[in-house]
């Protein structure tokens, strides 16, 4: 006699354990939602908090709450794209908002740091890789102003650009056109729009790299110049404009670290002691570029990589010196001193 299969009727999952499931998943579903919308505020914990008492590492970046007297320079992992946050004193800055792609790890990333408020959010300029989460991130967090570059060369109505002022106008977000000199406090200290950027009077031949907002914030002894994606001639703008005084501890690579920026002439004016190059792992544009990872070698500047150290954070002190921790290795350089 043959031996019967195993290819019998499969039971039916009874109503109740149905049920049961529906009813599991839905809070699943709504204590996620409170957590990410309520995280971290009286007894109920944020998801760094619920990783860390599970004894598990948290898939967020750790960004580092500063201490009196200090700021938190962000680097957050975006790809190919910028995007940084600015902490002190429990207050915070968004510069630029990375790639579409990105755009949900950058709302979480933010959500599990303890972000609620964005007391200002700046677009450097309007490139995809600059403001793809923007959209996003004034949906998802209250922003008291939104800092914009010159944007008449720029369709305004339309495409991500469009999105993001339209969602600003949904959230009742104030809107400020960045001037020359124009300054706003972060906790204890103060971000400064040195360049507004370089517009040629017929607008067909804009370059929106070059338009991009040039910024320094200043806490003390400790700065941090951040140039957008502006090139060559927009950086010898920025000399000129700033007659020259642009020396800071830290520095965004401009352009992802593009051999169309970061020239000997302006860092032979910013010294910085660190930068730092935010870019996507084996990019197609081959950024940074080997001359200037070179250049920056040969002016003795410590360099970090948001490809090959994901998320990097530096947390300068109103003396001068900073120290520097990244998302890869999870041990933090010791304390420099100020040059």
Known sequence: MAKRGGNGPVPELSTR????????????????????????????PDWSELYESFGLESPAPDLQTPQEGQATVTFLDVGQGDSVLISSGGEYCLIDAGTQQSADTLVEDLWAGGVQTLDLVVMT??????????EDVLENFEVETLLLPDLSAS??????????????????????????????TVG?????V?????MPDDKEDVNLNDTSLCLRYELGQFSYLCTGDAEADAEEELILTSGGSLSSTLFKAGHHGSSTSNTQSLLSLVRP???????????????????VM????????????TDEQGTVTVTGQADGSWRVQTSSVQTEEPLAPAA
């Open 17 to 44: 354990t149905v049920v049961l499931g529906v009813i599991c998943a839905v809070l699943l579903a709504v204590g996620s939602w409170a957590i990410d919308t309520y995280g971290g505020q009286g007894i109920l």
């Open 125 to 134: 300029h309007p490139h995809a890789d600059h403001i793809g989460g923007m």
């Open 155 to 184: 369709d305004t109505e339309s495409g991500l650009l469009g999105r993001v002022l339209q969602a600003a106008e949904k959230t009742g977000t104030p809107c400020v056109q960045a001037e020359l000199g124009w300054q706003q």
């Open 188 to 192: 204890e200290g103060t971000l400064t």
């Open 194 to 198: 040195l360049y507004t950027g370089l």
């Open 273 to 291: 002691q660190v930068a730092v190059v935010s870019c996507g792992l084996d990019n197609e544009y081959g950024h940074p570029h080997a001359e």
């Open 294 to 305: 070179d250049r920056f070698a040969q002016n003795g500047i410590t360099v970090y990589r």
